[in-house]
């Protein structure tokens, strides 16, 4: 007769200090961690995660050269400048032409918040399935197909917004749903690449291409749209994006033991210390359990909360400078990138410094936990106090670089805290989490737009405020519900005969 066993705590312990043992080994003798395979892995998804991000944030850099008027006034104090929302069909109409070198066009607020946001709808439903199906068929191919996916729409971008802003938007939702497939079909490499001690700092240099890949579209795309035109910024970044795509589909392998130059000491290493996570083909996702998961659901709340800042600042960082100080397009690209190029540093250092904590013997929940309330609390408070600290375009650079970086301390958070408490089904859940957490992008343009649009006097502070409770209410329940053990219905079970 066959029964259902788990392994004992002991067993488990004796097994996780097995695992130390050689981790200690074999990283310094014969792994120099930063010349091995698996942090090769991590840079290549560094570059792909840059390119996707700079391909969606172009938009929000050439939006103030695409618009017929740049000015306050225009943008958000008197809605008889702009069409009204349901305006599509003189949208479709030919543009004025601003200069000889590009087009531009009537949009409303309104109409910038929907196509800002237009990226965001597909990425609600391609998040959980594209983390399900990497698991199944492999990150490589969904990945790679992705991100050709979206280099090849943004190519397209210019010619769907001559064509009018129904084709435009649809591009954009189409486009969005290759990005997030990207996004949430990279997690499911590190079930098979990353050892559990390693994963802040891999995870941190992964997802810190995100914002190298913000601030060289911000700061490129300003400096392009004004010499060449903005249409070149999307064909720049689309040729990028196509080359990025031959470069993973030739570097990148699914695990360690298929990947032709690893060292056998390090693919001993890695599949030694990943033997308690090797997923079972044999245990389904335990759905009904995962639903009434309450450290599941603090982490979608809390990514979702996390993305509303984010998104904040990276759709509305050269709107604001531009509207606010009246900067022109190039030096507004230069002031919008710098706080991501220093939030690039601060994200990959938080990493290692996350791993640092859990070798001094600091519990794995209080360092996912710390990290989460560094990377949301000083940040959107930062980011509260902008339209009462206004006085210079250096003051508000200042907490607007300083917010940006300690909001990317929450990569080593909660953004892989679903990696601690059910590694078997992590590639579906890290997607699904993703997913929960991408309607931010959809929603904050459109009710941005929509505050801006009715206050024009106190249209930025509502905006910040707002920010600044849903921050707040996300990170609560996190920091009650969260938890870093395995969860139960997420542990190994064997079949044993008695």
């Keep these: 007769m066959a029964t259902k066993t788990e392994l004992s705590p002991t067993a488990r312990e004796s097994k996780n200090a097995q695992d130390m043992q050689v981790d200690e080994v074999l990283i310094p003798r014969k792994v120099p961690s930063l010349c091995s395979a698996r942090y090769g892995i991590a840079l290549v998804l560094h570059f792909c995660n840059f390119t996707t991000i700079a391909q969606n944030v172009i938009m929000n850099i050439t939006m103030v050269a695409m618009v017929n008027s740049t000015s306050p006034q225009s943008q958000f104090n008197d809605s008889s400048e702009g069409l009204p929302v349901?305006?599509?069909?003189?949208?479709?109409?030919?543009?004025?032409?601003?200069?000889?070198?590009?087009?531009?066009?009537?949009?409303?607020?309104?109409?910038?918040?929907?196509?800002?946001?237009?990226?965001g709808y597909g990425g609600i439903l391609t998040m959980a399935p594209s983390g399900y199906l990497a698991g199944r068929v492999g990150t490589k191919r969904v990945v790679g197909i992705s991100l050709f996916a979206t280099s090849f729409l943004t190519l397209c971008i210019p010619l769907a917004a001559d064509f009018g802003i129904v084709f435009l938007i649809i591009t954009r939702i189409v486009q969005g749903l290759s990005q997030c497939s990207v996004i949430g079909g990279q997690f499911a490499i590190w079930e098979k690449w990353g050892p559990p001690h390693e994963r802040s700092r891999l995870c941190s240099i992964a997802l810190s291409g995100m914002l190298l890949g913000c601030f060289s579209a911000i700061l490129i795309g300003g400096f392009i749209s004004e010499t060449l035109g903005w249409p070149f910024v999307f064909y720049i970044f689309g040729g990028v994006g196509c080359v990025c795509c031959l470069l993973w589909f030739i570097v990148i392998y699914d695990d360690p033991t298929s990947y032709p130059w690893i060292s056998t000491s390090e693919k001993e290493y890695i599949t030694s210390s990943l033997k308690q996570q090797v997923r079972s083909s044999q245990q389904p996702l335990p759905i009904k359990a995962v639903l009434r998961s309450l450290p599941i659901w603090s982490i979608c709340l809390g990514c979702f909360s996390h993305q509303w800042l984010v998104s904040t600042m990276v759709v509305y960082i050269p709107t604001y400078i531009s509207s606010v100080y009246h900067i022109n397009i190039r030096d507004n690209g230069l002031l919008s990138a710098l706080p991501f190029i220093v939030a690039w540093v601060i994200g990959i250092v938080g990493g290692y410094l996350a791993d640092f904590l859990l070798t001094k013997n600091f519990r794995l929940i209080t360092v996912r936990k710390i990290a989460t309330i560094l990377g949301n609390l000083p940040a959107s408070a930062l980011i509260v106090s902008l339209p009462y600290l206004n006085s210079s375009y250096i003051t508000a650079t200042a907490l607007l670089t300083l917010s940006c970086a300690l909001s990317t301390l929450c990569q080593s958070g909660i953004y892989i805290n679903v990696l601690d408490i059910a590694p078997r089904h992590s590639s579906f859940l890290m997607g699904a989490s993703r997913g929960f957490s991408s309607m931010a992008p959809v929603i904050v343009p459109t009710v941005s737009g929509f505050l801006l649009s009715q206050d024009p006097e106190f249209g930025w502070r509502n905006v910040f405020f707002l920010l600044f409770a849903i921050n707040l209410s996300g990170l609560i329940f996190y920091l009650i519900f969260g938890e870093a053990d395995v969860q139960d219905w997420a542990k190994e079970r064997k079949l044993t005969r008695l």
């Design 86 to 119: 349901d305006s599509f069909g003189d949208l479709n109409k030919a543009p004025k032409s601003l200069s000889a070198k590009a087009p531009v066009y009537d949009w409303s607020p309104q109409i910038q918040g929907i196509i800002f946001g237009a990226v």
